[in-house]
């Protein structure tokens, strides 16, 4: 991702590296960890908020639970304050499990799910919709890339499928307008041609930012 990044342009990144918590129980330890990790990250953008650099220069990427604490750092920095409101989080295969009833499983009542009120643009990337993340709209825009589920080239392998999400949004650093969606209201009426010609945007990088709170589709060879 980031050298996806480099070849777009010159960036700074911050990374979190949380790989020794998520090493343990899903539902009783890392979920309730990752709430406080999250806290922290937010209290930490706050800080270089504080020292002049711009709210709106930063761009949250996330993938699987990294999706789940992004929209809870933008939660947190604009219910603190308005003015600290994100501009955008991208949100790859939200984790489905524990954050939507859709995903079969508990819920925490004191951890929300990304959504489209975590910041100005979500834009939100499904591809192991049926396991590992979630059928649920999340985001002001989300995409359903073959019906969000089963990618190409990852046969049983559910968790290349839960991967692919990362290498959809590498790849539209590189080229922003490689994967045109359009809104729907499903994977099957997409199919079936009935579909809002009028309603077209890019999924990755180059994704609008003006949107209807829409379910976009697209098939994809990779």
Known sequence: MINAFKYRNDYNFLLCDWGKFSLNLYFSVVIPDLHEIGLEIAENLEKFF???????????????????????IGRTLKEKDPKLELCRITGLDPAGPGFYKSARSATFKNFKHISSEDAKMVDVIHTNADLFGAVDRSGTADFFPNGGMNMPGCS?????DHERAVEYFA????????????????????????????????????????????NYFLNSFI
Do not use: W
């Open 156 to 160: 049983i392998n559910r968790a290349c």
């Open 171 to 214: 790849e539209s650093l590189k080229n922003p307008e490689a994967f045109v969606a359009v809104a729907a209201t499903s994977f099957e009426a997409f199919q079936k041609g009935r579909y809002d010609k009028n309603d077209v945007t890019y999924m990755g990088i180059g994704c609008r930012k003006e949107f209807s709170l829409n």
């Open 50 to 72: 504080n020292f002049g650099y711009p709210v709106c220069s930063f761009h949250l990427i996330g993938h699987s639970l990294g999706a789940q604490v992004s929209g809870l």
